[in-house]
């Protein structure tokens, strides 16, 4: 296995091993944040960007107030960009992203006929069973 500066567990792990994503191909950089925080921000260090030589992949990653947490959450993110990029449609990040695509299509005429008609039929099941009213 490659050793990466921070733990970023077997799955990330597996993955750069895959698309051969070396640790040592990739700079770090820490900066100062910016944004919302007030003192904290201007006053730590607490940024992480990571960039990938080979493919050109920059990661600017603030998140957490904690530099090792930004840290290793970068590196994760980094190598799931690198995936993308390499891997393409059978990536991971595009395998999701194709899930909610899928997901919020509209149904076909005919699915959705097929579904009210699903619908009536047990309503009408349940209509069966009401209580009679006694008049």
Same mark, same amino acid.
């Given at each position: 296995?490659?050793?990466?500066?921070?733990?970023?567990?077997? =799955?990330?792990?597996?993955?750069?091993?895959?698309?051969?994503?070396?640790?040592?191909?990739?700079?770090?950089?820490?900066?100062?944040?910016?944004?919302?925080?007030?003192? /904290?921000?201007? =006053?730590?260090? /607490?940024?992480?960007?990571?960039?990938?030589?080979?493919?050109?992949?920059?990661?600017?990653?603030?998140?957490?107030?904690?530099?090792?947490?930004?840290?290793?959450?970068?590196?994760?993110?980094?190598?799931?960009?690198?995936?993308?990029?390499?891997?393409?449609?059978?990536?991971?990040?595009?395998?999701?992203?194709?899930?909610?695509?899928?997901?919020?299509?509209?149904?076909?005429?005919?699915? =959705?006929?097929?579904?009210?008609?699903?619908?009536?039929?047990?309503?009408?099941? =349940?209509?069966?069973?009401?209580?009679?009213?006694?008049?």
């Amino acid at each position: 296995m490659m050793k990466f500066p921070v733990d970023i567990g077997q =799955k990330y792990q597996k993955i750069a091993k895959e698309i051969g994503c070396n640790p040592k191909d990739i700079e770090e950089h820490f900066t100062r944040g910016s944004g919302h925080g007030g003192q /904290n921000i201007n =006053k730590s260090t /607490n940024c992480v960007e990571l960039h990938h030589k080979p493919t050109g992949i920059n990661v600017r990653y603030q998140h957490h107030r904690g530099l090792q947490q930004n840290r290793k959450e970068a590196w994760k993110l980094l190598i799931v960009k690198v995936e993308e990029r390499i891997k393409g449609k059978e990536s991971e990040l595009a395998s999701k992203r194709h899930k909610i695509e899928k997901q919020k299509q509209r149904r076909s005429r005919r699915a =959705k006929e097929k579904m009210l008609k699903e619908k009536r039929k047990r309503s009408e099941i =349940k209509e069966f069973r009401r209580a009679i009213d006694p008049e």
